[in-house]
C-alpha cells in the first residue's frame, strides 16, 4: 500500500500518468531527444564566445504552485516554480558555478508535444561569464496551480534539488511569460 500524503497523488492521478507515459511515446522521445540537442547547441554557442557553461539533465521536473493557505511572504519554507531533480554528477557541477546573487538574465525555449512541455531554461550571470542551462519536462495541465500563482505573484521560481530534496539553489524571475506563454489568457478563462 502507498502512503498518501499532500503531495502524493492518487490512483486515479497515477492512472492518468502512465496512461499519458504510453500514448505516443516515440514522439515524446523525439522530443525529448530535440530539447536536449538544443540544450547542447545554445551551451556550445556561449562556449565558443568565452563562457563557461553547465548544462543539466532534469531526471524529474514538477511545477509546484501555492495551496490557498501558504503565503510566501509569511513562510520562508513555502516555495512555489519550477522544481528540477537533478542527478548528483549534475548537481556537484552546478554547486560549483551556483551564485545566490549570480544570473540576473534568463530565456526559455520550450515546445510542446501531447500536452507535455518539453524546454531549457537559460541562466546567465554577465560578470562571471557563466550560464546554466536547464532541461525539463512536465505536463501542462499539472501546471494549472503554479500558472495561478505565477500570475497572482507576478514572479516565478526555478529550484533545483537533488533527489533526496536537497535544495541546491533558487532562481527568481521577473515574469512567468516565457514559461507559461498563455497564462494571462488561462487564468482569465477560469
Not at 110 to 123: I, M, N, S, Y
Request: hydrophobic share 35%; glycine share 6%.
Amino acid at each position: 500500500m502507498v502512503k498518501q500524503g499532500p503531495d502524493t497523488p492518487d490512483k486515479d492521478e497515477l492512472a492518468e500518468r502512465r496512461e499519458q507515459i504510453t500514448e505516443n511515446p516515440d514522439a515524446k522521445k523525439d522530443a525529448w531527444a530535440q530539447t536536449l540537442a538544443d540544450m547542447d547547441a545554445l551551451a556550445d554557442e556561449l562556449e565558443a564566445e568565452g563562457w563557461t557553461t553547465v548544462t543539466l539533465r532534469a531526471g524529474d521536473t514538477a511545477t509546484k504552485g501555492l495551496d490557498s493557505n501558504d503565503d510566501p511572504a509569511d513562510d520562508d519554507d513555502v516555495q512555489y516554480g519550477i522544481v528540477h531533480v537533478v542527478p548528483d554528477n549534475d548537481a556537484e557541477e552546478f554547486a560549483d558555478v551556483f551564485r545566490e546573487d549570480g544570473f540576473p538574465v534568463y530565456d526559455v525555449y520550450r515546445a510542446e508535444v501531447d500536452g507535455r512541455v518539453f524546454f531549457v531554461t537559460e541562466l546567465r550571470d554577465p560578470e562571471t561569464k557563466t550560464a546554466i542551462f536547464i532541461a525539463g519536462n512536465f505536463l501542462r495541465h499539472y501546471a494549472q496551480p503554479l500558472v495561478e500563482t505565477a500570475v497572482e505573484h507576478g514572479t516565478l521560481y526555478t529550484h533545483v534539488q537533488r533527489l533526496d530534496k536537497t535544495h541546491l539553489g533558487s532562481f527568481e524571475h521577473d515574469g512567468y511569460e516565457k514559461f507559461f506563454p498563455e497564462a494571462d489568457r488561462v487564468v482569465a478563462e477560469n
